[in-house]
């Protein structure tokens, strides 16, 4: 029983599972925030017709 316990907590596989949760959690955040703001940014440029994009396309 005690080589049970000793194997068990030098265990670290659950531990780097976490980490890597966390990184995928913490990336996945950061991309939808991006594409949020991406959105936000292409809404103004294509909504604004004395914007450069659209002078530029009308030359």
């Given at each position: 029983?005690?080589?049970v316990?000793?194997?068990?907590?030098?265990?670290?596989?659950?531990?780097?599972?976490?980490?890597?949760?966390?990184?995928?959690?913490?990336?996945?955040?950061?991309?939808?925030?991006?594409?949020?703001q991406?959105?936000?940014?292409?809404?103004?440029?294509?909504?604004?017709?004395?914007?450069?994009?659209?002078?530029?396309?009308?030359?």
């Amino acid at each position: 029983m005690k080589t049970v316990l000793v194997r068990f907590l030098e265990d670290e596989n659950g531990a780097t599972v976490v980490e890597y949760g966390l990184i995928i959690a913490v990336l996945s955040l950061t991309i939808i925030g991006g594409i949020g703001q991406v959105f936000n940014s292409l809404t103004w440029l294509f909504s604004d017709n004395s914007s450069r994009l659209a002078n530029a396309f009308a030359q």
